[in-house]
T-cell receptor, first 114, second 113 residues
Framework: AQKITQTQPGMFVQEKEAVTLDCTYD???????LFWYKQPSSGEMIFLIY??????QNATEGRYSLNFQKARKSANLVISASQLGDSAMYFC???????????FGKGTMLLVSP | GAGVSQTPSNKVTEKGKYVELRCDPI?????LYWYRQSLGQGPEFLIY????????DSGLPNDRFFAVRPEGSVSTLKIQRTERGDSAVYLC???????????FGQGTRLTVV
């Protein structure tokens, strides 16, 4: 079974609107971390936001917030006030306790139109 | 520079040849990771170094792949007898410690013809 599932291959949003990118995960470990990365066409993976499994509050970083629903095993990324520069691939990833490495989903391509 | 640096940015090689990909991590970062990203996929883990030693090489697909980090800084991923299926973007990342945020380089796009 896939550990990270991103069901949206592509998403379209108009500039200044909010958009939610879905991510569900599968783990039996009680301790884990969830990450979102942005990958523009240049190829670099840019860290956006982190949520620990024991964090009581949803993580926020500027225009990015993570809608963490532990019981549903979902960690959706919300981007508010989309900008043209937000057009990129977005990857959800998980790191389980005892592992130092990240497991990535297949990504969602976000296109922001004027 | 302040970020993770990978060279070359692009590499085209013939099937059967040997290639080396270099990663220069952020200064002071003890953990270094190699990932491989095929077209339309997310990055897949290859190997993780803590200092000079390979702490986890479970992601290396076969014995044609090898990586070193002799002085605990720069790392080289080595691929012998390259195959067309090795074509991908090879990403390197580093982090200050084992479980802290990982910063990625821009990757090396390897094309085997």
């Amino acid at each position: 079974a896939q550990k990270i599932t991103q069901t949206q291959p592509g998403m379209f949003v108009q500039e200044k609107e909010a958009v939610t990118l879905d991510c569900t995960y599968d783990t039996s470990d009680p301790s884990y971390g969830l990450f979102w990365y942005k990958q523009p066409s240049s190829g670099e993976m840019i860290f956006l936001i982190y949520q620990g499994s024991y964090d009581q509050q949803n993580a926020t970083e500027g225009r990015y917030s993570l809608n963490f629903q532990k019981a549903r095993k979902s960690a959706n990324l919300v981007i508010s006030a989309s900008q043209l520069g937000d057009s990129a691939m977005y990857f959800c990833a998980m790191r389980e306790v005892g592992y130092s490495t990240l497991t990535f989903g297949k990504g969602t391509m976000l296109l922001v139109s004027p | 520079g302040a970020g993770v640096s990978q060279t070359p940015s692009n590499k085209v090689t013939e099937k059967g040849k040997y290639v080396e990909l270099r990663c220069d991590p952020i200064s002071g970062h003890t953990a270094l990771y190699w990932y491989r990203q095929s077209l339309g996929q997310g990055p897949e883990f290859l190997i993780y170094f803590q200092g000079t030693g390979a702490a986890d090489d479970s992601g290396l697909p076969n014995d044609r792949f090898f990586a070193v980090r002799p002085e605990g800084s720069v790392s080289t991923l080595k691929i012998q007898r390259t195959e067309r299926g090795d074509s991908a973007v090879y990403l390197c990342a580093s982090s200050f410690q084992r479980n802290t945020e990982a910063f990625f380089g821009q990757g090396t796009r390897l094309t085997v013809v």
